[in-house]
């Protein structure tokens, strides 16, 4: 009896039907092969059975939660609304976080255009069942269009809800919900906890794939702390005094093989001045990913850096690139020369044209295309500062 009690529970996520047969007793087991039943395709569900099937199963186990919802369900496809959400809510009185009720629930409330109630439902159903997501994450545009709905929301990501991640994922990804992102990135800087980085990248990145370059630079520069605002320029932070931040406006670094790289005051903890500090290992260097997203109105500019170098051999070179992101070839380049020296001024001029290219990218490169071991960089370069400014006629 023992054994077939435990094979029961062993099959009852893997074959309901054969697990409810060695134990009829398994509520797991039962629940499983009554939603299957209510899901088969290919046919039309006979109702009849399975509301028979569940009413004889509530004899078995009358607080079951689970097995109200599935009677509401059979209830609901009958056409009896009425009596359907009366069993969803007898569902609730059980367990207020059943899953299945929890859900139907909340449609059901934003039907009625109880969006408070919707909203208390959905923090219900996301706190337990964080994989349920996906499956409520379309009622959110109609939540933060509403006011009072759109408030309560904001308290909760305010309080750090743990949802609060996959919400900002699913508005980023989509046109039609980047500026309800954008709102409330903004009203968020006011709160306890503010945005983080990779929310503010995600709705920056959203914006600048469907083009709105002006908007997502407006963003950057909106939620930005004092500090950051500080370090603001047509380059943000040109004088590597901040951290890299990862969003699109700002810095940022990525680790590739060959070297190591530092901005700010990460630089200065690990042993070298502020700035950017690129220290090479004797290997092949193919790519230094730093980079960072520019918004130049149309005019005349000059990009110019300082830079030190010690020992610095640089076999495929090292360059900072100014692009006009989906335009073809460089803006301007600035070449680093090889050997030892300290604050050197490098400069280039270059313009943007009115209203053919909003969205510049400038980023340190090589020549290098595939790894060479003759081609071994070595030494160090820090970057003092790198800044665009605008000539004035």
């Known amino acids: 009896m023992l054994s077939s009690l435990g094979l029961s529970r062993f099959l009852e996520d893997r074959n309901a039907e054969l697990a409810l047969a060695l134990n009829p007793l398994n509520a797991n087991a039962r629940v499983a092969t009554l939603t299957a039943a209510l899901g088969r395709t290919g046919g039309e569900v006979d109702l009849d059975r399975v509301e028979r099937s569940v009413s004889d199963a509530l004899w078995l186990d009358a607080v079951d939660a689970r097995l109200y919802s599935l009677l509401a369900e059979t209830r ?79 308290d909760m990501l305010a309080s750090d809800t743990p949802w609060r991640a996959s919400l900002f994922a699913f508005l980023a990804e989509y046109p039609a919900t980047l500026d309800a992102a954008g709102r409330l990135l903004q009203d968020l800087g006011r709160s306890k ?57 700002g810095w940022q670094l990525h680790e590739q093989s060959g070297h190591t790289i530092a901005v700010g005051a990460d630089a200065a903890t690990s042993g070298g001045a502020k700035g950017m500090r690129i220290r090479f290992i004797g290997t092949p260097v193919t790519r230094i990913s730093a980079q960072q997203y520019l918004h130049l109105p149309p005019g005349e500019y000059v990009l110019r850096a300082d ?65 060479s071991w003759k081609d071994r960089y070595q030494g160090a370069v820090v970057f003092n500062s790198l800044r665009v400014e605008k000539v004035v006629s």
Request: aromatic residues 8%; charged residues 25%.
């Open 193 to 249: 906890h503010p945005p983080i980085g990779s929310e503010i990248a995600r709705t920056t990145n959203g914006l600048i794939r469907s083009g709105r370059v002006g908007d997502a630079y407006r963003l950057f520069l909106m939620t930005l702390s004092a500090e950051e605002t500080a370090l603001g320029g047509y380059i943000h932070d040109g004088g590597f005094k901040g951290r890299a931040s990862g969003r699109p406006f």
């Open 307 to 371: 830079v030190t170098a010690v020992s610095a051999v640089l076999p495929k070179g090292l360059f900072w690139s100014l692009r006009c992101v989906g335009g073809k070839g460089e803006m301007a380049r600035l070449d680093i020369p090889e050997g030892s020296f300290e604050s050197r001024l490098l400069e280039a001029r270059f313009s943007v044209e009115a209203a053919a290219c909003p969205l510049q990218l400038i980023g340190l490169g090589t020549t290098a295309i595939a790894e």
């Open 76 to 154: 609901l496809r009958r056409g009896d609304s009425q009596a359907a959400f009366a069993s969803f809510s007898h569902a609730l009185e059980i367990s207020k976080t059943e899953v299945h009720a929890l859900r139907r629930t909340i449609g059901h409330a934003i039907d009625r255009r109880d969006m408070t109630g919707a909203v208390r439902n959905v923090d219900l159903l996301l706190r337990r069942w964080p994989g349920a997501f996906d499956t409520i994450k379309d009622i959110f545009p109609a939540l933060l269009a509403e006011q009072e709905s759109y408030g309560m929301i904001l």
